[in-house]
């Protein structure tokens, strides 16, 4: 840390409002952040930042800005509380819990902010062990569950897959990199070179997003159909000889059984299931089998729009099939800087257990999965009566209230709770239900390290594409009269004072046994540091911590790699043919390709806002722009069609719930498609009248039409009927 008095100067550091943990110059005037940029010369983001990164100083100054911890009142108001008096309260009401109804009645919910913080995520993992609760909840299968689902039922390939700079090829269902940066860093330049050199880029979206405009293919599907899609893709790569059929001898399994379950999917079927003409469905599956290496990808949309892990699995069963994963020999652009990577070789892992296993829920048959405990039953715990009963939860980085499906049922989830701790900078709306708020630093007040992008390459076609790592150690010194602590801290010193040690596992991706050999012990007594557990939890880091915080604008690291043979006697096999997402094809083989619409004919799809993320600093924003409310984004023709207007107040209506919105002019969405952001609105009763929006959280029940696994509801492609709102709301 610099000396507060100093005159102005400029810091490196990186942006932590996202994952994608861009490296700016922060100027710091008298201990305060003033302005930020982008760092120039860093090679790998080339100055890239967004609005909402460049508005940081502002969040560290916000008038929305807790800098103290709160305590809930009678009265449903809030107090501050020192926040060491504050932990004592709820260490003595977690003591109490776990003694009268047994650890299960304690939960955990890491959200987005739990994850952009990893020393967070890595205590809060080793708290929840020390209490011996299994009630962790995460916002990953409420996101994209169908990722980890099917690579357990696919199995995973050693060699890793090709980044952007080596992509012949690159398939993208639902997600839109361009706003969300899930995907290369600096999508726009990564693609745009790529594209440069000759990269294919295919983009299936009923939006034109600013990416699908870059496509050389864009379907443009009704919402929801995408497995058929891909399956029409597989279809025509298969019966024209396109797939790469010596890896596919050599490497899987299941081939007959994914070619009998295609078959039913001929371009024309496709076409009319999801409106997408033949001629780019087939263009689209020669594009992407003439690469060698190519990478396919599925976000948010189709994850969300049903049947999500169908989506992800035949994006991977697309990369197999035509060979698309690195080979021996082929470069490992990323080996790892601060994480420890297993070796990359040409052999696969066959599939594991994707569910049924670990902690069973009480509700809807769901239970432990590859991507976690469904969050989306996590409601139904705490309402339930019984054994087992969910009583508190701590809700780490995240807001329940607007972002976990069926807003209803969290609201009288989370009253019903005897304790409800949030650790957030704000009051959120899940925070003004909360008994405490802890008050953490933010940003700049703490270091941070690029390890979490780093991470995210363990996604296909996210992450690094260099051996690139930065440190940025702490900017500037928590506000005058402030009482904040860093967020690890808050749960360290619960777990303190209720006399537990927590054994915190190493930030890597290596698997749990060896991890187990490198847990680092926060005893009750520990008084480390952010930067000193930094440094304990990267102890394996392949480029020693010190090397890299030497080089503090970031770097690219010599490392160099290339996928190495298989063992001789390796036997394990990449599943394409997995028996319940076969079966799954087949049902969707037997539906009509058009429902009867009414009363609900529109489909309503999630989307992301640029310069909004999620639910942060919605009051920030409100205050600063002088409003703030919820776009509902229609094709101009459908306003016209229903006699609305831009600007116009409207109700949107599913089978579950009606909310409001402001309808608003999209001409790249297809017709009879509805686009809205989520964690608009706030606590229930209150969005209307301050004129926010609704949430759409709202609109989807947990009960019907949900996933059988992973318990994810269906939270895109909702169907919905549009109207105006009365007047007088
Ligand atoms: N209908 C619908 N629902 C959705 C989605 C959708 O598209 N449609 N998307 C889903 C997805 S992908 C996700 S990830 C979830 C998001 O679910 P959540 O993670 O639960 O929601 P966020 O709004 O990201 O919550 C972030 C919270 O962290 C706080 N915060 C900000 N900065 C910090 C910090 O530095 N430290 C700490 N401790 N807290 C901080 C913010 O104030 C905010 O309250 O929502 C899901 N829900
Ligand atoms: N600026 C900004 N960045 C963010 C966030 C944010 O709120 N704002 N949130 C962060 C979070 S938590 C996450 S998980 C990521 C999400 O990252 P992405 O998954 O890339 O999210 P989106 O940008 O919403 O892109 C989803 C796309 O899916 C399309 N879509 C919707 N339904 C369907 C469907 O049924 N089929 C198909 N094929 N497409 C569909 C939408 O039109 C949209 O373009 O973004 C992260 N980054
Ligand atoms: S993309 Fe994310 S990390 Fe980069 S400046 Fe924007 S908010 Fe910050
Ligand atoms: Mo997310």
């Not at 990186?14 to 952040?33: I, K, S, W």
């Not at 169908?146 to 992509?167: N, V």
């Not at 980085?397 to 019903?416: F, I, M, R």
């Not at 991890?515 to 939890?537: F, I």
């Amino acid at each position: 840390m610099r000396d507060a008095t100093s005159q102005a100067e400029t810091i490196p550091s990186l942006c932590r409002l996202c994952h994608a943990q861009c490296p700016v110059d922060v100027e710091v005037e008298n201990g305060r952040t003033s302005r930020l940029r982008g760092a120039r010369d860093n090679s790998v983001y080339e100055g890239f930042t967004c609005s909402k990164g460049r508005a940081l100083p502002d969040l560290h100054a916000s008038a929305d800005r807790l800098l103290d911890s709160q305590v809930r009142r009678a009265d449903g108001t809030h107090e501050p509380i020192p926040v060491a008096r504050a932990l004592d309260e709820i260490a003595q009401k977690i003591d109490r819990l776990l003694t009268t109804h047994g650890p299960r009645s304690v939960a955990l919910y890491i959200g987005t902010h739990g994850y952009n913080n990893l020393l967070t995520t890595q205590v809060a993992g080793a708290f929840m062990e020390a209490i011996g609760s299994p009630m962790t909840f995460t916002s990953v299968t409420i996101d994209q569950p169908g990722k980890a689902i099917s690579s357990a039922l696919h199995g995973t390939w050693l060699g890793g897959p090709p980044t952007i700079e080596q992509a012949d090829v690159w398939l993208a269902t639902g997600t839109n990199p361009m706003h969300s940066m899930l995907g290369p860093v600096n999508p726009g330049r990564a693609f745009q070179r790529a594209k440069a050199r000759g990269m294919k880029l295919v983009v299936i979206d009923p939006r034109r997003t600013e990416f699908a405009r870059r496509a050389d293919v864009h379907l443009q599907p009704r919402p929801g159909r995408d497995p058929a899609i891909l399956a029409g893709m597989l279809r025509v790569i298969l019966s024209e000889g396109l797939h790469d059929e010596a890896f596919l001898d050599r490497y899987a399994q299941g081939l007959d059984e994914l070619r009998a379950a295609v078959e039913p999917f001929t371009p024309e079927r496709v076409a009319a299931w999801a409106d997408v003409p033949a001629e780019p469905l087939v263009a689209a599956a020669r594009a992407y089998a003439s690469g060698r290496r190519g990478v396919a990808v599925a976000g948010t949309g189709p994850n969300m729009a049903g049947r999500g892990n169908l989506t992800e699995y035949l994006s991977k069963v697309l990369m197999t099939v035509c060979g698309h994963w690195l080979q021996e020999g082929d470069v490992v652009t990323n080996p790892g800087v601060l994480i420890r990577w297993p070796e990359r070789i040409a052999q696969a892992v066959g599939p594991a257990d994707a569910w049924g296993f670990g902690e069973r829920l009480r509700v809807r048959n769901l239970g432990d999965t590859a991507a976690g405990l469904p969050t989306a039953a996590a409601a139904d715990e705490m309402l339930l009566e019984g054994d087992g009963r969910v009583r508190a939860l701590i809700n780490l980085g995240g807001n329940p209230l607007l972002a976990w499906p069926d807003q209803a049922k969290t609201h009288a989830a989370l009253e019903s709770l005897e304790l409800l701790v949030s650790i957030d900078p704000t009051l959120s709306s899940t925070g003004r239900l909360s008994h405490y708020v802890v008050a953490p630093t933010m940003f700049f007040e703490a270091p941070g390290s690029s390890a979490l992008s780093e991470l995210l390459a363990a996604y296909v076609g996210w992450g690094y594409a260099q051996p690139y790592g930065q440190w940025a150690p702490t900017v500037v010194p928590t506000p005058q009269g402030s009482d904040l602590i860093d967020d690890w801290k808050a749960l360290h010193g619960i777990a303190a004072r209720l006399g537990k040690t927590l054994r915190v596992r190493p930030i890597s991706v290596l698997d749990p046994a060896e991890q187990e050999r490198h847990l680092v012990e926060l005893t009750p007594g520990a008084t480390l540091s952010s930067e000193d557990l930094w440094a304990e939890l990267l102890r394996e880091a392949p480029v020693p911590l010190d090397e890299v915080k030497s080089k503090p604008n970031g770097h690219v690291f010599a490392r160099e790699a290339t996928v190495q043979p298989s063992s001789p006697d390796a036997t394990d096999r990449l599943e394409v043919g997995s028996v319940p997402m076969m079966e799954e094809l087949a049902q969707i083989a037997t539906e009509p390709s058009t429902r009867s619409t009414e009363p609900f004919p529109y489909r309503l799809i999630s989307r992301r806002l640029p310069d909004l993320h999620n639910s942060s600093w919605h009051a920030h924003e409100r205050r600063r722009r002088g409003g703030l409310s919820s776009p509902t984004f229609m094709n101009p023709d459908d306003l016209r069609a229903l006699g609305l207007f831009p600007g116009q107040r409207i109700q949107i209506t599913s089978a579950h719930a009606t909310i409001v919105g402001v309808a608003t002019e999209d001409q790249t969405l297809r017709r009879g498609v509805v686009a809205m952001p989520h964690c608009f609105g706030g606590v229930p009763g209150e969005d209307e009248e301050t004129r926010v929006g609704g949430n759409t959280s709202r609109l989807s029940s947990t009960e019907v039409d949900y996933d059988p696994y992973t318990g994810i509801p269906r939270m895109s492609a909702i169907p919905v009927g549009i109207r105006a709102a009365p007047t007088s709301e």
